[in-house]
């Protein structure tokens, strides 16, 4: 079957804000300022603060859908290396149980 790409709604497009790389390293940066308040804790609290700027991201939620849409249409798996954020998306939501959240969005027709 031949491949679709998704389209985000007008929601999507306003709920997700284009990545910042130079944004991300800053607060990257910033949060350092933590490192002694958090002890042993500190690699995971920042793994987790860089994980959950990254899935705010468009290109993480446009990855997520378009991998959901293909799964959908029974297309196989395309690794896309040109985006990094879009290409976790994408692998993440390839990989998840199911295809959630597609049955009720207009957005997915056969």
Avoid: C
């Avoid at 002694?36 to 690699?43: M, W």
């Avoid at 293909?70 to 395309?78: L, T």
């Amino acid at each position: 079957m031949e491949r679709q790409i998704y389209q985000m709604t007008e929601k999507q497009i306003e709920k997700y804000q284009p990545f910042n790389h130079d944004y991300y390293e800053q607060s990257l940066a910033a949060f350092d300022v933590n490192k002694e308040k958090l002890g042993k804790k500190f690699g995971i609290k920042k793994r987790d603060y860089a994980s959950t700027m990254i899935r705010q991201s468009r290109e993480y939620a446009q990855g997520m859908w378009q991998a959901r849409l293909d799964r959908f249409m029974n297309v196989n798996y395309i690794d896309d290396k040109s985006n990094k954020y879009y290409s976790l998306g994408y692998y993440t939501a390839w990989n998840e149980s199911g295809i959630n959240g597609i049955e009720n969005n207009p957005n997915f027709t056969r």
